[in-house]
C-alpha cells in the first residue's frame, strides 16, 4: 500500500499523456490524477500486491516491470508481465475486493497508484477517464477469461491424459505380462510333445484326443459358484492323486477352467496307455493355457483399440472442425471411457438408458465432447464413492434431451442461481476455476442448446435440450 510520495517524476503529465488510455484526455482530468494519486517505487523483488490483500488502489505503470503471478495447485505461476503503460488493480465499478494474484517487480518500477476512496470524485469531475477505465476493465475481463479458460483447458487435458495412461497401461501391462508367461508355455511344448511319443501313442490316439479338446474349446463353461468350482478342483485334484500324477491342484486348476471334470478324465485315460497319463495331462493343460493366455493377449489388444477409437472420437480427430451430423450417444459414450480412470477411483456406477436411434444433430463434436466432460467431472466430484451417476436420452417433441443424474451432495439452493456465473465455484483453491458451468452454458447456446437443473441431495440432474430439424 503507498504510504509515502517519492520525489516528483519530471514532466509526469506528459508521461501520462503518452500512455494510450490517457491519451487526448482533457488536462484538467490529468491534472486531477496526479493531484489525487502518489507516485511509489519498487525495487525488484519488492511486491506492489499480493494474493488475497484488500483491492484499495488503481496502478498505472510508469517505469519498470511486474510480474503477475496467479496460484494454480498451491504454486504461482507466471500469468503476464505489466509493464509502462499497463493499468491494473481496482477500477471505477468494478466488484473486485481482494487482489486475484500477486505482482512482483522484476526491476526497477514507478507506479502512480489511486485510492478507491477517490473515485465516487472522479466519477463526477473526470467522466472521459472514467468511460475509458471501464473499457480497461472490460478488455481485461476479456482476457482474463480468455487466458484462464485456456488454463482450465490444460488443466483438464492434464487430468485427462494422467486417467489415459492408466486405463493404457492396464492392458499394456496385460500384454507383457501374459507374453512373458507364453514364451515359457511354447517353449515346453516340444519336450511334452516328446513325452508323449516315447510312451507310443499312435497317431490315431493322438487325433481322438485333439479332436476332444476341440470340441472343449467351443463349449463355453457354465458359471459355477466358487463353491461350485472349489468342488470341481478338489475332484479332480483327489482323481489325479489317485493316479500319483504331479503338480495335480496346477492342473486341476485350468482343467476346470476349461470346464473339465472327472468323466472326462476318465475317458481321456480310458484311450491311452496308464503310464503315458502324466504326460498327456500335462500337454493338455498346456495346450489349454496356451489358447487361454492367446486370448487375455487379444482382449487386452481389443480394449486398446477401443481406447484409441474413444479419443479419436472424444478429439474429433481426422474431422472438419465446422457443424456436421453426430450421433450424440457416441461423444456421450467416448466421454465415459475418457473419464473411466476417475470413475473407478470412486467407484461410481454408471447406468445408461440411450433412446435407439437417436436423432441426428448437426453440431460441433469436440464442443458437445466438452460439454458432456465438464457435465460429467462436475458430477464425479460431487458424488460419494460408491456413487451412481445416471444418463437418459429421449425426444420429447422437437427437441433431444440429455439428463444426466447423480446422487451426491446437491446444490445449495442460496448459490444455484449463481452456478452458471463465470469464475463462481465451490470447489478449493486450485481445485476449480469456476469456468465449468459457464463454458457448458455457452457452448451450448452455440447449438441454440439450453440447460436446466434442479437438485435435491441425493438428485441433481443437468438436463440439456436440443432443438431438432437445424
Known amino acids: ?71 494454480q495447485n498451491g504454486q504461482l505461476i507466471p500469468a503476464s508481465v505489466l509493464s509502462a503503460g499497463s493499468i491494473t488493480g481496482l477500477l471505477p465499478f468494478s466488484q473486485l475486493k481482494i487482489a486475484a494474484g500477486t505482482g512482483m517487480a522484476v526491476q526497477k518500477t514507478v507506479v502512480l497508484a489511486l485510492h478507491r476512496k477517490d473515485f465516487r470524485e472522479m466519477e463526477r469531475e473526470c467522466p472521459q477517464l472514467v468511460r475509458r477505465l471501464v473499457m480497461v476493465m472490460t478488455s481485461r475481463i476479456r482476457e482474463f477469461t480468455r487466458a484462464q479458460e485456456q488454463r482450465d483447458k490444460l488443466l483438464s487435458l492434464s487430468k485427462l491424459s494422467a486417467g489415459l495412461a492408466h486405463e493404457f497401461n492396464n492392458p499394456v501391462a496385460a500384454i507383457s505380462r501374459t507374453t512373458s508367461e507364453l514364451k515359457k508355455r511354447i517353449s515346453r511344448l516340444p519336450e511334452q510333445m516328446y513325452e508323449l511319443i516315447r510312451q507310443q501313442i499312435t497317431t490315431r490316439q493322438i487325433g481322438s484326443i485333439t479332436g476332444f479338446l476341440s470340441e472343449k474349446a467351443e463349449v463355453v463353461p457354465s458359471g459355477l459358484s466358487s463353491y461350485a468350482l472349489s468342488a470341481q478342483e478338489d475332484a479332480l485334484t483327489g482323481w489325479m492323486d489317485d493316479r500319483q500324477i504331479e503338480d495335480s491342484f496346477i492342473l486341476a486348476e485350468s482343467f476346470v477352467r476349461s470346464g473339465f471334470s472327472v468323466e472326462d478324465l476318465e475317458m481321456l485315460s480310458g484311450q491311452i496307455p496308464p503310464p503315458a497319463l502324466p504326460p498327456l495331462l500335462n500337454w493338455i493343460e498346456s495346450t489349454l493355457e496356451t489358447a487361454r493366455l492367446v486370448q487375455e493377449i487379444e482382449d487386452a489388444s481389443r480394449r486398446i483399440s477401443d481406447l484409441v477409437e474413444s479419443v479419436k472420437i472424444y478429439t474429433h480427430m481426422d474431422q472438419a472442425a465446422d457443424k456436421q451430423p453426430v450421433n450424440p450417444h457416441k461423444g456421450i459414450e467416448s466421454t465415459i471411457t475418457i473419464l473411466h480412470h476417475k470413475l473407478s477411483e470412486k467407484q461410481i456406477r454408471v447406468g445408461t438408458e440411450f433412446m435407439p436411434d437417436p436423432p441426428v444433430l448437426i453440431a460441433y463434436v469436440s464442443e458437445l465432447n466438452q460439454v458432456w466432460t465438464n457435465l460429467i467431472d462436475n458430477a464425479i466430484d460431487a458424488m460419494p464413492e460408491g456413487g451412481t451417476l445416471r444418463i437418459h436420452t429421449s425426444q420429447e417433441g ?62 441433481t440432474e443437468f438436463t440439456v435440450n436440443f432443438p431438432l430439424g437445424e
Do not use: C
Request: no cysteine; glycine share 8%; aromatic share 8%.
Open 1 to 71: 500500500m503507498p504510504d509515502s510520495q517519492p520525489q516528483p517524476i519530471p514532466n509526469l503529465q506528459e508521461a501520462l499523456s503518452r500512455i494510450p488510455t490517457f491519451e487526448g484526455l482533457p488536462a484538467s482530468e490529468l491534472e486531477w490524477l496526479m493531484r489525487h494519486s502518489v507516485i511509489r517505487e519498487l525495487a525488484p523483488d519488492d511486491y506492489l500486491f499480493r494474493k488475497g490483500q484488500p483491492a484499495d488502489h488503481m496502478w498505472v505503470f510508469l517505469e519498470g516491470k511486474v510480474q503477475l503471478l496467479l496460484e
Open 398 to 459: 422437437n427437441f433431444f434431451v440429455v439428463r444426466i443424474t447423480d446422487n451426491g451432495t446437491g446444490i445449495d439452493p442460496e448459490i444455484m442461481p449463481k452456478i452458471f456465473d463465470p469464475f463462481f465455484t465451490t470447489k478449493p483453491v486450485g481445485k476449480g476455476t469456476g469456468l465449468g458451468l459457464d463454458v457448458v452454458n455457452r457452448l451450448l447456446q452455440n447449438h441454440q442448446a439450453v440447460i436446466n437443473v434442479k437438485s435435491v441431495p441425493g438428485n
